[in-house]
């Protein structure tokens, strides 16, 4: 059961930049695949192809059954409802407490809101701390998200995108602000909730060792290319 296919997926930038040349792949349900290379490989504009922040200039991407580079408007913000993602840098809104920032995060779907300056209903004050407490932050729900750490901002990342119920969870470069703790532990906390849900998920890493911790496959690119595909244990020498 294919969650998403992609074939000969080619994207050339404007000015000519070649990013992606050719990615012909499929990904299965549950999967976690990390995707490593080095920088300027194409790993972003790969994961931004994948729901359309990028439009591909070529090939054909299919996510559970939907055809994605045809997809527009309503069919489209179905399609990104169903992609959770996580940034590298965090993107919370600083000053709004950390249960606002999951239900702002809530694509697809607006929480009640009472008054512009949001008082949320009940049911979804409930659904942001179920969310919270899977990422052990049920405590600091109600304080601002700058008075948190990095590792806890990213936390709530985690939490903003699986309050949408994602069937496909997006990761890009989701520690590379993060000292080495934080790093493992928001990893820990990000493969933990994919394991609980049998979410399907893709993480772009520099860092090899953490990419071996967290996936059960791992996708190489250099230059717009697939250069390896294959488990943890088989990526000897980096790629
Ligand atoms: P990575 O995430 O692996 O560091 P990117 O996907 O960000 O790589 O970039 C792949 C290549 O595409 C790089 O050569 C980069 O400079 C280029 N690139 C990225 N975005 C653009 C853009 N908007 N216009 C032109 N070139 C771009
Ligand atoms: P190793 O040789 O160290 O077991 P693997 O590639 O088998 O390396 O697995 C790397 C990590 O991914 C381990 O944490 C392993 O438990 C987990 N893993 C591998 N395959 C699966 C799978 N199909 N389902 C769940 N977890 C898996």
Known sequence: DA??????????????TQALRGISLTIKKGELVSIIGPSGAGKSTFMRSLNRLNTPTAGSIVFEGQDVMRARGKELREI????????????LIKRSQT???????????????????????KEDTEKAFEVLRRVGLEEHMFKRADELSGGQQQRVGIARAI??????LLA????????????????????QVCEEDGLTSIVNLHQV???KKFAHRIIGIKAGEVVFDGAPRELTDGI
């Open 172 to 191: 890009d470069e989701p520690i590379a602000s993060l000292d080495p703790s934080s790093s493992e532990n928001v990893m820990n906390y990000l493969k």
């Open 99 to 121: 249960y606002h920032n999951v239900l702002h995060g809530r694509l697809g779907y607006m929480p009640t809101l009472k008054g512009s300056f949001g008082r949320f209903s």
């Open 209 to 211: 060792d953490f990419a």
């Open 163 to 168: 309050i949408q119920e994602p069937s496909l």
């Open 80 to 91: 990104r409802r169903r992609i959770g993602m996580v940034f590298q840098h965090f993107n």
């Open 3 to 16: 969650v998403l296919q992609l074939k000969d997926v080619e994207m050339t930038f404007p000015d000519g």
